[in-house]
């Protein structure tokens, strides 16, 4: 059951619309389009491509300003690792996208309110239906209110694999190693798990829309792990 209720998305956004049409396209997967075939009525996917590029440029003066003496290559992966999958699925979830997107009954009972995927791309449509809708004062506010914070823990995610691998060299000569554990769902839209150990004691499981997604997913976990332990 689709619950699109635009008073709570702009509730938990704090913007609101002046064309409420925006926000309802922006919220519109395909699946749901294609289902109800009303002619005229348009997905989310051009306001994702233009959510995107606002996006890019946002968070490259963003850190082009806060990190005045970084280097070009490392403020690049640094940006990756601000506007990847996983971080901007991560911050639609906590503004509960999941609960108000359109989709079809097929995509709804295939788990589509809690792929991050999906997510991701409302992320970006939602971007790009503000700042057609109040240009790129309310589309900065946006991105800096719910994206662009807690910097060094985005980009822990980023690396984990390799931050994981160094901090077991540090105290030991271990071997990290990846497991996958599970594989479920269709082809166009496969669940993978896997989980990582550190000389064959497994610490923590992942999961992901790819093998290394799974991976990077089940680093980051090991690392959060591995941490508490050592508080």
């Known amino acids: 059951m689709n619950q699109f209720n635009p008073e709570l998305i702009e509730k938990n956004i704090q913007y609101t619309f002046q064309n409420k049409d925006l926000l309802r396209q922006a919220m519109s997967h395909s699946s749901y389009v294609n289902e109800i075939k009303i002619k005229g009525y348009e997905n989310y996917e051009r306001l994702e491509f233009l959510g995107d590029a606002v ?131 269709p082809d166009h839209n496969k669940c993978f798990i896997t989980g990582v150990s550190v000389d064959g004691i497994m610490l923590a499981k992942g999961e992901g829309s790819s093998k290394k997604n799974a991976e990077q997913m089940a680093a980051y976990q090991a690392i959060l792990t591995l941490k508490q332990q050592n508080k």
């Open 55 to 185: 996006l890019e440029l946002i968070s490259s003066e963003f850190l082009f300003e806060q990190y005045k003496n970084m280097p070009e290559g490392k403020l690049t992966k640094l940006r990756a690792s601000i506007v990847c999958e996983y971080t901007l699925s991560d911050v639609a979830k906590k503004l509960q996208y999941g609960d108000f997107v359109l989709l079809s009954k097929g995509e709804a009972l295939t788990g589509g309110r809690n792929r991050n995927s999906i997510l991701c791309d409302l992320f970006e449509s939602v971007l790009g239906a503000i700042y057609l809708d109040g240009g790129m004062s309310p589309a900065k506010t946006y991105v800096h209110k719910f994206l662009l914070t807690d910097i060094e823990n985005k980009q822990l995610f980023y690396d984990a694999k390799t931050t994981l691998q160094e901090m077991v060299q540090k105290g030991t000569t271990g071997v990290v190693s990846y497991e996958l554990l599970e594989e479920k769902g």
